[in-house]
């Protein structure tokens, strides 16, 4: 969910997969576990940031670092998109984000990434999800 939300069906799917969970079964579109999202994350960091970029963060560091991401999301409207017909793009202040979740990790007395680490974090997660989802644009 990194940057920009794009088109009407991948605000519908973000919506539905919250208010109707079963509702990505019926319609037979796979969202990763948590499991597949971190390990998706592990190995594309190291293909994209360079062999053990993560290695300093647990399993549990990443689900945390992911909590407080979408926290961000839901704090600032962003899983209660209005639905238009139109193919209009909402987009995500990369910095503002970054500091939220900072924000959040120092507050919690649990710093446990460099803010480049978050970056990745984040953004490989939208990949992952993109990727399961395969949102038409």
């Known amino acids: 969910m990194w940057g920009t939300i794009t088109n009407k069906r991948e605000k519908d799917l973000i919506k ?4 109707y969970p079963h509702l990505m079964e019926d319609l037979n579109i796979e969202m990763p576990d948590d499991k597949q999202v971190i390990e998706f994350i592990r190995s594309n960091a190291d293909k994209k940031f360079g062999k053990g970029f993560l290695t300093s963060l647990s399993d549990d560091d990443i689900t945390y670092i992911l ?3 979408y926290d961000y999301y839901a704090d600032h409207g962003l899983l209660e998109l209005e639905i238009s017909d139109d193919d ?3 987009e995500i202040d990369k910095e503002e984000m970054l500091d939220y979740v900072e924000k959040e990790l120092k507050k919690d007395s649990v ?3 460099s803010r480049e680490q ?5 953004l490989l997660e939208s990949e992952c999800i993109e990727q399961f989802a ?4």
């Open 88 to 90: 209009s793009v909402t």
């Open 16 to 19: 539905d997969q919250e208010n």
């Open 111 to 113: 710093l446990i990434a």
């Open 118 to 122: 978050l970056e990745a974090v984040i």
């Open 67 to 69: 909590d407080i991401a």
């Open 134 to 137: 395969q949102f038409d644009d």
